[in-house]
């Protein structure tokens, strides 16, 4: 995993400081592969209830852990009983690990 263990803390803080209800904060692709140079950080955030707006709170979550990374480009991807999941999902939870 290229992720310090300063920069899990405060992606953790970041996030759960947005999404409280938040079940798990998953890293998964690029980052994930020890062997490889730069790319963005790829989360999945598991919610045990449905969630509103998930546009809105998907930007803002990605805002800030953009921010908690010194700016590096976050991508969010949200998992919550009310929403669709897709084959990115699955890769996610076959290939993440939970931070």
Not at 33 to 58: C, T, Y
Not at 67 to 79: G, Y
């Amino acid at each position: 995993m290229r992720l310090r263990p300063q920069d899990v803390i405060a992606l953790r803080t970041a996030i759960y400081a947005l999404a409280p209800d938040a079940r798990a904060i998953r890293l998964f692709g690029s980052r994930l592969d020890d062997n490889a140079r730069g790319g963005d950080v790829d989360l999945m955030i598991d919610f045990e209830k449905p969630i509103d707006n998930p546009a809105v709170l998907s930007a803002s979550l990605a805002v800030g852990a953009s921010r908690a990374m010194s700016n590096r480009k976050v991508d969010i991807l949200l998992r919550a009983p009310n929403l669709m999941n897709s084959a990115i999902h699955q890769i996610a939870l076959e290939e993440g690990i939970v931070l």
